[in-house]
């Protein structure tokens, strides 16, 4: 078994502005075009003020705060389960926001705007052999 250093009680927070730009590149890359991510008018008639970011664009700000928390020697096995609560729309700014909650690799983890509103909240667990509790 692997013995990891003590866990920090928040992992590092990542914002990020989203603009058209980045919700167009994050459709072309997932593949995912649908007019409520690129058309005003479809994403009014659908209840929403603008068009709004994909879900998982806002998701992968997660992961890239666990990236820039750990130096993982060997990957561990990484589980989220997360609630999208509110939609991000074009112009706003999201960050990420984390709290650890046991010694174990559980955090409570959460995608805000600039409001402080959170748009998608839920648990981390990170799987490692042991932990080193001083």
């Keep these: 078994m692997n013995t990891i250093p003590k866990l920090p009680q928040t992992l590092t927070p990542v914002r990020m502005v989203i603009g058209t730009k980045e919700i167009t590149t994050y ?5 995912d075009f649908n007019p409520i991510h690129k058309d005003v008018e479809t994403a009014q008639n659908a209840g929403f003020t603008d068009i709004i970011a994909h879900g998982t664009l806002s998701l992968n700000l997660i992961w890239e705060s666990i990236e820039r928390t750990f130096d ?7 589980t989220i389960d997360v609630r999208f ?6 112009g706003q700014t999201v960050e990420t926001g984390s709290v650890h909650l046991s010694k174990m690799g559980n955090y409570e983890v959460w995608i ?23």
């Design 27 to 31: 459709a072309t890359i997932s593949d």
């Design 85 to 90: 609560k509110s939609p991000v729309y074009r």
């Design 72 to 78: 993982f020697a060997q990957q561990p096995e990484i």
């Design 112 to 134: 805000s705007d600039q409001d402080g509103i959170r748009a998608i909240e839920g648990t981390l667990q990170i799987h490692f052999d042991t932990v080193n509790d001083e």
